[in-house]
């Protein structure tokens, strides 16, 4: 490898980010990120931030997920909760009902029999998904296992037994942009 010096950092106005406005109206990645009962509220923030990031089309806060706005959530989301649309629901079940109506294929993140690894997943590029993502510690809820149409796991090679949900987040959300958005 060669050494090269030109790797100046950017300053904030070079790197051409759309504003709200322009974020709203632009193309999204046909995701919706459904939190199922996610505690930390810097959690949700950063996944919000992540959201945004890959231009996901929402995200479906459910049961004890907190809501915008809340300075524990905009200390991570950095702004992200203006540009991504939300919408809060009492269980999962609600989101899953409502994103099933709406034509989304109801995928949970989660470590489960018969789960498909995250590498083999090839999303159709014509069809939308709800990646529903599960409570610190108990993961996603059973009631949701029950109504899902897979289950992705994502391949780990450690001594732990789970990634952070924010890491599974960012992990998974690369992953469907990667293979579902024309990047040339």
């Known amino acids: 490898m060669t050494e090269n010096t030109n790797h100046r950092k950017l300053k904030l106005d070079e790197l051409n980010r759309a504003s709200i406005d322009e974020f709203k109206a632009q193309d999204k990645l046909p995701v919706a990120v459904v939190l199922d009962n996610v ?7 950063s996944i919000f931030r992540t959201s945004d990031g890959f231009a996901v089309e929402q995200i479906c806060l459910c049961g004890i997920t907190a809501k915008p706005p809340h300075r524990d959530i905009e200390k991570t989301a950095l702004g992200a909760t203006q540009s991504i649309a939300w919408t809060y629901y009492e269980t999962p079940i609600e989101a899953i009902e409502q994103l099933r109506k709406d034509g989304y294929k109801i995928i949970a993140i989660e470590q489960a029999e018969n789960s498909l690894m995250l590498n083999t997943f090839i999303p159709q590029k014509t069809e939308k998904y709800a990646l529903i993502f599960g409570n610190e510690v108990n993961g996603v809820s ?43």
Not at 39 to 45: H, Q
Not at 149 to 157: H, K, L, N, R
Not at 159 to 172: E, L, Y
């Open 142 to 184: 059973d009631e949701a296992m029950e109504l899902i149409d897979a289950c992705i796991e994502i391949p780990q090679f450690g001594t732990k037994h789970s990634f952070n949900i924010v890491v599974s987040a960012g992990i998974v959300l690369w992953d469907f942009f990667v293979k579902m958005v024309d990047l040339s």
């Open 39 to 45: 505690r930390s509220m810097n959690n949700i923030g």
